[in-house]
């Protein structure tokens, strides 16, 4: 059995200026991931993005980087070397914040089509 560790900020406590800071943390959960591997050579990178993951989609300024909006460039820099390592930005990015980064009409195909199209591509 495995059990997963997460941490979430208490919703209260008696410093109202420490829970308004603390809602502004969303709530994340460490993984193990074998030295070697493109994930473990890539925490970093990966820590950096959650870091920087806004609270909420109706939060616009990164939690960090209070003077920029989100996404933010250490966001942004996160993530272009996560894709540059062959490794998918969106896995890393909660399903709730994908219409603001990736704005699109059409739907995100899902990975069984994405395996679909990898095996079978349109000539
Ligand atoms: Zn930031």
């Given at each position: 059995?495995?059990?997963?560790?997460?941490?979430?900020?208490?919703?209260?406590?008696?410093?109202?200026?420490?829970?308004?800071?603390?809602?502004?943390?969303?709530?994340?959960?460490?993984?193990?991931?074998?030295?070697?591997?493109?994930?473990?050579?890539?925490?970093?990178?990966?820590?950096?993005?959650?870091?920087?993951?806004?609270?909420?989609?109706?939060?616009?300024?990164?939690?960090?980087?209070?003077?920029?909006?989100?996404?933010?460039?250490?966001?942004?820099?996160?993530?272009?070397r996560i894709t540059a390592r062959g490794l998918r930005a969106d896995d890393v990015?909660?399903?709730?914040?994908?219409?603001?980064?990736?704005?699109?009409?059409?739907?995100?195909?899902?990975?069984?089509?994405e395996r679909y199209e990898a095996a079978?591509?349109?000539?």
């Open positions: 059995m495995t059990q997963s560790l997460t941490y979430a900020p208490p919703a209260h406590t008696a410093n109202p200026e420490l829970d308004a800071r603390r809602r502004e943390v969303r709530p994340v959960v460490a993984v193990l991931v074998a030295v070697g591997s493109v994930l473990a050579a890539e925490d970093a990178a990966i820590n950096d993005m959650t870091a920087h993951l806004p609270p909420s989609p109706a939060t616009s300024p990164c939690a960090l980087c209070s003077s920029e909006t989100w996404p933010c460039a250490r966001f942004q820099d996160a993530a272009a990015v909660p399903a709730e914040l994908h219409p603001i980064l990736w704005p699109s009409p059409t739907p995100r195909p899902t990975p069984a089509q079978w591509p349109k000539p």
